[in-house]
């Protein structure tokens, strides 16, 4: 049985994504971007349950599987994405901010799980994806658009990915000054060949 608190929780994620749907067909309205050449991937009809969009969201955003980076906020504003660790701030464990993650005898990296992706799914906290397999191959594209000109650079680029047949996803930036274009591969690709 769902508890009352994931259910609220559930409902404002829901309702933040119909914000974005709503604030995505603005964009693509401002960009001159037709509607369903954008949508493949970026919009999910209501009525998945949390265990379905968990496997559309892993079938989609593939990457590690021993390790996914959170994003963290200090009061300053600054922020960022860490590698998981299970003893992030344990004591005597870490030595944050005296030493660095990378250098840290004690990191311990958490996998990608069920449960991980759930909880960014209903806000819990934010992760990412570290996409380049140990075989040099990806799963999909991300292209970040946040200069002065993003606007006309996304349009020119979904333009293109329109004129070559290649679907694509635009979202807004965290920001709000910029822009992401997503492609998905049907089959990883490489990304990197030695010659």
Known sequence: MVSDNTTNQ???ALDECARLREENRRLRT???VPEEKTTEHSTLP???SLDE???IFRGLFRGREDVYPVRWETISGKSGY???CFNEWVRPLCGKPRVKCSECENRKLLPVTD???NSHLIGKHTIGVYPLLS???CWFLAVDFDKATWTEDARAFVKTCDEMAVPSALERSRSGNGGHIWIFFESPIVVCQEN
């Open 10 to 12: 559930l409902k404002a």
């Open 30 to 32: 401002l960009l001159g």
């Open 46 to 48: 209501n009525g998945f």
């Open 53 to 55: 969009k968990v496997v």
């Open 82 to 84: 860490s590698p998981a």
């Open 115 to 117: 449960v991980v992706i």
């Open 135 to 137: 075989d040099e191959t």
